[in-house]
């Protein structure tokens, strides 16, 4: 059978996005008129309740949750936003990196879309995606302006990144290990606190007192742009085997976690801001709905250069939503023919 090539006549004005790639199922139409990009809705159905029990993610149950989702969620997404799939002019998707078997859930689903409604298919590296979130019901004059230099602190990645163009980076450098993200999941497990860990601790560290319990900050004097968190989360388990933890010591021992990994990411960004003599910084991915992280980059970018412009999504665009994702799609080619859309769970932000 010969492929099935759709074309694109126009830029597209409606496009509805779809994100699978871990334990979220999630659909976002997104509207742009007047180079403003309008949220016309935005579901997220989490299998998060599930995996609290394994202290993280299982990708089997979370792919099944997927498939239950998946067609109600994007049912919402259009019954919210009061549109037909007709009226779409485009479908943003998730194409990595991930869990395979949601990715292919999400992947799988909006090819099909695609086919059937004859819509132009645009697959979108969640990484990328996650710094739209930035674009999102902004005046144009409250956009990013390239270039700048992205910090994206997720659960799976911790990347420096210098953009240039839509589409167009260098990458500055990222963490050899654990990511931001998981060494807060990861440190949480080690502390019995429910998954995802990063708002538990960000919570408990709110009463605590950071400098009782001492933390190492690992390559905070190497002169790269690398992070490294797995030395952390170590130090964090021997603490907690040699000392005498009771539930009174968490939030010190959060507010200690907690103000090392801020320390890690901002002293980066610094060394970034000033290397690349930088004029915007635009931040993306979960972690970055940590105040903590917000009011310490803009306090340590201000003493680099008080005139540097700092982007931060809400907190609710900051974790994985498809609204990020159709957002992208406004800046992202199609491709021609959908069917030659894999789902890909090991993209990267590296080429
Ligand atoms: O971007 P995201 O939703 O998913 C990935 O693409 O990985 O990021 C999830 C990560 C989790 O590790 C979670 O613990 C962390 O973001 N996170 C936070 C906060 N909210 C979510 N970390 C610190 N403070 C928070 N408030
Ligand atoms: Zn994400």
Not at 157 to 170: C, E, I, N, Q, T
Not at 284 to 310: C, D, H, Q, T, Y
Not at 322 to 338: L, N, Q
Request: glycine residues 6%.
């Amino acid at each position: 059978m010969p492929p099935k090539i759709i074309t694109m006549s126009n830029q597209p004005k409606i496009i509805l996005g779809i994100e699978s790639s871990c334990d979220e199922t999630a659909c976002a139409i997104c509207l742009k008129e007047n180079n403003q990009i309008k949220l016309l809705s935005s579901i997220v159905a989490s299998s998060q309740s599930i995996h609290i029990k394994y202290g993280g993610v299982v990708p089997e149950q979370a792919a099944r949750e997927q498939v239950k989702s998946i067609i109600p969620v994007i049912t919402e997404a259009l019954d919210q936003a009061n549109l037909k799939l007709a009226k779409i002019d485009a479908i943003a998707i998730t194409q990595g990196p991930g869990l395979i078997g949601s990715l292919l859930v999400g992947v799988e689903t909006a090819k099909t879309l695609s086919l059937i409604w004859n819509k132009p298919l645009i697959p979108v590296n969640h990484l990328i995606g996650h710094f739209y979130a930035n674009w999102i019901d902004k005046d144009p004059s409250q956009q990013p302006k390239f270039s700048f230099l992205g910090l994206l602190v997720s659960g799976g990645h911790s990347d420096l990144v210098l953009f240039k163009a839509h589409g167009k980076y260098d990458y500055l450098g990222g963490t050899r290990d654990d990511a931001a993200g998981e060494c807060f999941d990861k440190c949480a497990r080690i502390l019995n606190l429910p998954y995802p860990g990063g708002p538990q601790i960000s919570k408990l560290a709110a009463s605590g007192e950071s400098t009782r319990f001492k933390l190492p900050r690992p390559m905070m004097r190497s002169n790269d742009l690398d992070f490294s968190f797995s030395g952390l989360k170590t130090a964090v388990l021997n603490l907690v085997d040699s000392t005498q933890i009771s539930d009174k010591d968490l939030p010190d021992i959060c507010a200690a976690i907690e103000t090392a990994i801020i320390d890690s990411l901002v002293n980066k960004v610094v060394l970034a801001a000033k290397k690349y003599n930088i004029e915007q910084l635009v931040v993306a991915g979960g972690v970055a709905a940590n105040s903590k992280l917000r009011s310490s980059l803009e306090r340590e970018i201000a003493k680099v250069n008080p005139a540097i412009k700092i982007f931060i999504p809400s907190p609710i665009l900051c974790t994985d939503n498809a609204a990020m994702i159709a957002a992208a799609g406004f800046f992202t080619e199609p491709v021609k023919d959908p069917l030659q859309v894999e789902a890909n769970p090991s993209l990267s932000l590296l080429r």
